[in-house]
């Protein structure tokens, strides 16, 4: 785990998002994937012991018990979330860099059994939108 005095001009900060949840990691370049999905799963049994609840289904994702299960996903249009997200194929050894992260990047993730096929839908990421902030404020 990178500690914030430990920060490197190399390091990437990704966002990673479950939800309405953010997670914000600075990681190593060169780190592996099996690390990454490792130390996400730590902050996630710290911050969310219960598991994940998602505001719009009310429906509660329990944590896995192996970093394994954690399965992550890119934007399939980095200029419109709204086309959603394509799957990463990647091996537990694979460099996040070899596989076209770049600082600020956002990538979902999704916790799914071993076994499993990880689909598209598999990846539920809530954006808030202009119209939710107008109504909240009572503009609308």
Not at 1 to 11: A, C, L, P, Q, T
Not at 36 to 59: A, F, N
Not at 76 to 105: C, I, R, S, Y
């Amino acid at each position: 785990m990178v500690r914030r005095d430990d920060i490197r001009d190399i390091d990437l900060s990704i966002r990673f998002k479950h939800g309405t949840q953010t997670i914000f990691l600075f990681i190593d370049s060169m780190t592996t994937f099996g690390q990454v999905q490792e130390e996400l799963l730590d902050i996630l049994k710290e911050r969310y012991p219960d598991g994940i609840t998602s505001v719009t289904t009310q429906r509660t994702t329990k944590l896995p018990t192996s970093a394994s299960q954690i399965k992550l996903a890119v934007l399939k249009n980095k200029a419109d979330p709204t086309h959603g997200w394509k799957p990463l194929e990647f091996e537990l050894d694979d460099a996040p860099v070899d596989k076209g992260f770049q600082d600020n990047m956002m990538v979902a993730f999704a916790i799914v059994d071993d076994g499993d096929d990880v689909d598209p839908e598999s990846f539920e990421v809530e954006f808030p939108s202009y119209d939710e902030d107008m109504e909240d404020a009572g503009e609308l």
